[in-house]
């Protein structure tokens, strides 16, 4: 019974010894900021109220509804539009800049809308890109729940 006690005593030892070095393993990657990395990211994103980003989500959202969901609803315009967030996933990843309006529709109808300003993530990796969701619009769920993986 003693012989028992003792292996335990030893296995949990070991146990512990090893979960500790994999989190001092895991604790210890280097942080290389984007800037610095092999193919360095500039950080340098439009702002929030950048007409090219607006333009380009209402362009898509257009497109999107006439496509898809032959609703015939536009933006119109937004107002509110705040910064939320800027690089919040961390200095060694892509550069993301956060943002939430408010989209106007051509019914006059009102939803809040978040978006995320990305470098490099335009097409084949050529200017800035932006993944958008409107609360409420997001017929197919890919930023469920109510358009919360659009934000940070």
Wanted: proline share 6%; glycine share 10%.
């Amino acid at each position: 019974m003693a012989h028992f006690g003792l292996r335990h005593l030893v296995g949990c030892l070991l146990a512990a010894l090893v979960w500790t070095c994999a989190g001092e393993a895991l604790e210890a990657r280097p942080l290389v900021p984007a800037e610095r990395q092999y193919i360095p990211y500039l950080g340098n994103l439009p702002a929030c109220d950048d007409p090219a980003v607006l333009e380009r989500i209402q362009s898509r959202f257009r497109d999107r509804e006439a496509q898809f969901w032959s609703t015939g609803l536009e933006i119109i315009g937004f107002d509110e539009i705040r910064e939320i967030g800027y690089r919040t996933n961390g200095l060694d990843h892509i550069p993301r800049r956060f943002c939430t309006a408010r989209a106007i529709l051509v019914d006059h109808k009102t939803y809040p809308a978040s978006f995320a300003i990305i470098e490099d993530g335009g097409i084949i990796g050529f200017g800035f890109g932006v993944e958008w969701c409107l609360t409420g619009l997001d017929r197919l769920y890919a930023f469920a729940p109510r358009c919360k993986m659009a934000r940070p």
